[in-house]
């Protein structure tokens, strides 16, 4: 067996204690920051095996260790001066897609020049 660490709390010589049941709930499970331009790019992440360029402002995302369910939230943003909305179009235990918009039109995929980045809290399988 690999080494053990047994804890119920977690004590910071300054800054306090916290249990550590809260660091394994409140934690999140995957985050993230891609480019979309021309080619879909995986600038860097948690938990995330690959990237695959679905198309036009598509973009899955490869859990390397899976969710318990698909029943987790996803937090999606954009950086730089996109004009762009993003949402999480599909999820699933094994990965997310994330579709991005032009913001004068919601129904027009676009790719986000200046990239998406998102967070995933919820439970590993």
Known sequence: M???I???QLQHSTAGTINTQFVVDGSAKAWAKITQ???H???SNLN???IVDGGTGETDLLFTSS???AIYVVAIGGYGSNNRRSIAETVSVSQ????TFQVSSNSTEADATNGVACTIMGDLA
């Open 6 to 8: 047994v804890a119920d």
């Open 67 to 69: 969710m318990n369910d």
């Open 48 to 50: 995330f095996s690959s």
């Open 2 to 4: 690999a080494g053990k």
């Open 41 to 43: 790019t995986l600038n």
């Open 37 to 39: 331009d021309s080619t």
């Open 96 to 99: 997310i897609t994330i579709q």
